[in-house]
């Protein structure tokens, strides 16, 4: 068995993506209700790119040629990777859509 970056990474990036941006949800808030600008939704998809990179490397990853356990790896990566990408465009939405200064 044989486990590379590549099909572990929608495993790992993903979530960390997620979880960055949730902090970041919580500390940026107060920046965009004093300077008006739109910093937590820059964050947002900043961690929604890294996180949609992920699941692409992830997919690539899973169609190699490997041993059964390699290829559930890969593909628990994209599925991993793709739930914690909606919950981030979720959150990139909510951003959108509240007053910073109501949050």
Not at 50 to 61: Q, Y
Not at 81 to 101: D, M
Request: proline share 2%.
């Amino acid at each position: 068995m044989i486990l590379t970056w590549k099909k572990c990474l929608g495993v790992s990036a993903s979530p960390a993506a997620w979880a960055i941006s949730t902090q970041l949800g919580q500390i940026l808030p107060y920046t965009d209700c004093v300077k008006q600008n739109s910093s937590s939704f820059i964050a947002a998809a900043a961690c929604l790119a890294i996180a949609l990179t992920g699941v692409a490397v992830s997919w690539v990853g899973q169609n190699s040629a490997a041993d059964r356990t390699a290829t559930l790896v890969g593909r628990l990566g994209v599925g991993i990777g793709l739930a914690t990408t909606f919950a981030l465009v979720l959150q990139g939405t909510a951003t959108l859509l509240v007053n910073a200064c109501q949050r």
